[in-house]
């Protein structure tokens, strides 16, 4: 019966019931928030780029932070050995936007240092940084050539912050909790 269930078995049942709520509401977020502030934010720094294009490089931005935010929280990348973490994802744009947001600071229009962040880490990714114990991954989603544009736009702290909170953090029963993509499907 229920009662011979442990504390463990009831303690995964709540991780997965969890893991369940935020994959959801996080889906949900993608679609209904970040996909649209991102795709507004690349259009307003290149307004003269066609809505395919528009779309294709939304996309791509969209993978390349999910990819980064689920290998850094595998561990994937180098976040235990090295010093990759000192220039990861998770410390140079997620906690530090997180630390804003959760603040009320108000973020600049004319900034862009959490994009120069992401961009960063799309590069090392892309070619490896040995000096930080990273090796290329080459499977064409962080190529340089492929996108061209977004070598050369600029999305605004104002534009960006707001995009990496919402793949960072879920509202879940009227509490704001840090995502981990390690135990997300």
């Known amino acids: 019966?229920?009662?011979?269930?442990?504390?463990?078995?009831?303690?995964?049942?709540?991780?997965a019931f969890f893991e369940g709520e935020v994959t959801k509401e996080l889906s949900e977020t993608v679609f209904r928030e970040v996909f649209p502030a991102l795709a507004k934010a690349i259009y307003s720094a290149q307004p003269d780029t066609s809505v395919e294009t528009v779309r294709d490089n939304t996309l791509i931005v969209l993978y390349r932070l999910?990819?980064?935010?689920?290998?850094?929280?595998?561990?994937?990348?180098?976040?235990?050995?090295?010093?990759y973490r000192l220039h990861s994802l998770r410390e140079t744009v997620r906690l530090p936007v997180n630390?804003?947001?959760?603040?009320?600071?108000?973020?600049?229009?004319?900034?862009?240092?959490?994009?120069?962040?992401?961009?960063?880490?799309?590069?090392?990714?892309?070619?490896?940084?040995?000096?930080?114990?990273?090796?290329?991954?080459?499977?064409?989603?962080?190529?340089q050539?492929?996108?061209?544009?977004?070598?050369?736009?600029?999305?605004?702290?104002?534009?960006?912050?707001p995009v990496i909170d919402a793949l960072s953090f879920a509202e879940i029963d009227g509490e704001r909790r840090y995502v981990n993509y390690r135990n997300l499907s």
């Open 1 to 15: 019966g229920a009662s011979s269930a442990t504390f463990h078995d009831l303690a995964r049942g709540e991780s």
């Open 66 to 83: 999910l990819f980064v935010l689920y290998a850094e929280d595998r561990n994937l990348l180098p976040m235990r050995k090295g010093e």
């Open 99 to 143: 630390e804003t947001i959760s603040a009320g600071r108000t973020l600049p229009t004319v900034g862009s240092a959490y994009w120069s962040a992401a961009r960063t880490i799309f590069r090392m990714v892309d070619k490896g940084e040995a000096e930080l114990g990273l090796p290329p991954y080459n499977g064409g989603l962080f190529a």
């Open 145 to 161: 050539t492929a996108h061209s544009l977004l070598n050369t736009i600029e999305i605004s702290d104002k534009d960006f912050a």
